[in-house]
């Protein structure tokens, strides 16, 4: 018999080759296809899903649904009238150059002023030669992805993760390894342990992903003592770290942190993007990297988008020229002081015992984790129908857990909405409380045993015993660890 081959359903028949197919030598498929492009896509895309927050993008668009979801930077607070004219002054005063081709690397303008913001978290050694202009800080993780991971590589990642830097390295068809974090962010002895397993292991690890500053989504940031011990992992075990850092000059009580990359060049690239400190919509970002692989990551820009968009590049250049850009910046951290404020004295207020938070020195978020028990998953659609809305916490883990988590942005909404939005998401919280009490899933007194409670920031209570931040990293990982997380202290009611 020959062998079967395909026939035009895509099922495998047994007619032989020349000969028409016939009703009794052709398979009719079982369930019609869907797609009929399904057995030629790569295999990278086997893999690829809608991020747990683009699924929410209909839902947080209804008036009525406070959303405690998306990252949104407050545009509004900006100069509109001042950079409307800007740009309308660009096209009608520079059309031939901001409406044509540019090149691959950036316009050089732009990248010497990228130069001087770097310069306030104490990079002040980079040149503009090494700066490489995105559509983004999104596009250039892509770049750096594409320049250094073979299918198979190691990527270590903090448990949990940027969701948007998790796509980039599933669609590499990296293997992502979580290091654990606690309230000073990720932890030196837990990325030294994951380093020296990958090498028993016998796998490759290509790079360090961390996001040092107010993270996305745990709102923690890396202390000084931890930024000198990783730096110092990376030169002992030769490790390449990837910086990503939207949102360092964001900070609420502190003058920028000295960056990574201010402490060693070469083995530290950093991402930065005027997404959060000046406008999202014009999708400006940069690279800084050694030589040798700005090289690289040109030749990859020219190859997947020719170059970055000339009109965008030099409305950031003339705003940085001709705007107070560090007096707005300061006008943002001042706007998000006071909704992150009310977001904690909110959830100090409301949430039922059990449940715990960061507290963000800056940023756009907070880390929520509930009473033992519940998921945040399964509870999203009653929340939604709760007219709240938040981002579970499996988006940003690799490996599927974090379900008793959930991010809680407060960087869009106003004040009044974001305490009514926490009102809501409380109400909810307890819904589930009572339910899974009465099915006898959660014992709800050990939530409710005492405590003994010391005054916490701004007057606020804080418990005094240790509890988990952030959760356990993958298989393999260390256990997440522990630290002092703010509580509600009440009955919330």
Not at 26 to 52: C, F, I, N, Q, W
Request: net charge negative; hydrophobic share 40%; proline share 9%.
């Amino acid at each position: 018999m020959p062998p079967p081959v395909p026939d035009p359903s895509g099922q495998l028949g047994t007619h032989s080759p020349g000969a028409a197919p016939s009703s009794s030598s052709s398979v009719s498929p079982r369930h019609p296809r869907l797609d009929p492009l399904a057995d030629r896509y790569a295999a990278r895309t086997h893999g690829m899903k809608s991020s747990e927050i683009r699924a929410l993008f209909s839902v947080v668009s209804r008036p009525e649904v406070v959303s405690l979801a998306g990252g949104m930077p407050a545009v509004t607070a900006l100069p509109l009238d001042a950079v409307g004219s800007m740009i309308g002054e660009l096209v009608s005063g520079m059309g031939a150059q901001t409406l044509q081709y540019g090149s691959g690397q950036g316009d050089p303008r732009l990248r010497e002023r990228i130069c001087d913001v770097m310069a306030l978290e104490g990079i002040t050694d980079a040149s503009p030669s090494e700066v490489v202009v995105t559509v983004g800080s999104q596009q250039g993780l892509d770049l750096v992805t594409r320049v250094f991971i073979d299918p198979g590589d190691v990527i270590l990642a903090e448990a949990p993760s940027y969701v948007g830097a998790l796509g980039v390295f599933q669609s590499a068809q990296a293997r992502v390894r979580h290091v654990a974090m606690d309230d000073d962010g990720l932890v030196p002895e837990a990325l030294e342990q994951a380093l020296l397993e990958a090498r028993a292991a016998g796998d490759r690890v290509k790079f360090l992903y961390t996001v040092p500053n107010f993270h996305n989504p745990a709102g923690v940031t890396l202390s000084e003592p931890r930024r000198q011990a990783i730096v110092a992992i990376a030169d002992r075990y030769d490790l390449l770290v990837i910086e990503d850092n939207p949102y360092g000059l964001l900070g609420f009580e502190q003058e920028p942190m000295r960056a990574l990359r201010a402490r060693n060049s070469e083995r530290v690239i950093y991402l930065g993007s005027f997404s959060k400190t000046f406008s999202p919509g014009l999708r400006v970002g940069w690279v800084l990297a050694p030589l040798a692989v700005r090289e690289k990551l040109v030749l990859a820009t020219e190859a997947q988008v020719l170059c970055p968009p000339s009109l965008t590049q030099y409305a950031v250049a003339r705003y940085l020229d001709t705007q107070p850009w560090r007096e707005q910046i300061k006008v943002f951290s001042e706007l998000y002081r006071e909704r992150r404020d009310a977001c904690l004295e909110s959830l100090t207020a409301l949430m039922p015992p059990g449940t715990t938070w960061t507290r963000p020195r800056g940023g756009f978020y907070v880390w929520l984790k509930l009473p033992h028990g519940l998921d945040a998953k399964l509870m999203q659609p009653r929340a939604v129908n709760a007219h709240v809305a938040y981002v579970p916490g499996i988006g940003f883990y690799a490996d599927g857990s974090g379900r008793e988590y959930m991010r809680l942005s407060y960087c869009y909404p106003e004040p009044e909405r974001i305490r009514e939005g926490v009102r809501r998401l409380a109400r909810v919280i307890e819904a589930e409380l009572d339910l899974h009490s009465t099915f006898d899933t959660v014992d709800t007194g050990t939530f409710r045993a005492a405590r003994p409670v010391t005054p916490g920031p701004r007057g606020g209570p804080r418990t005094s015993t240790p509890a988990p931040l952030i959760g356990p990293a993958n298989a393999g990982s260390s256990e997440g660890s522990t630290a002092p997380i703010e509580s509600d202290g009440g009955t919330g009611a």
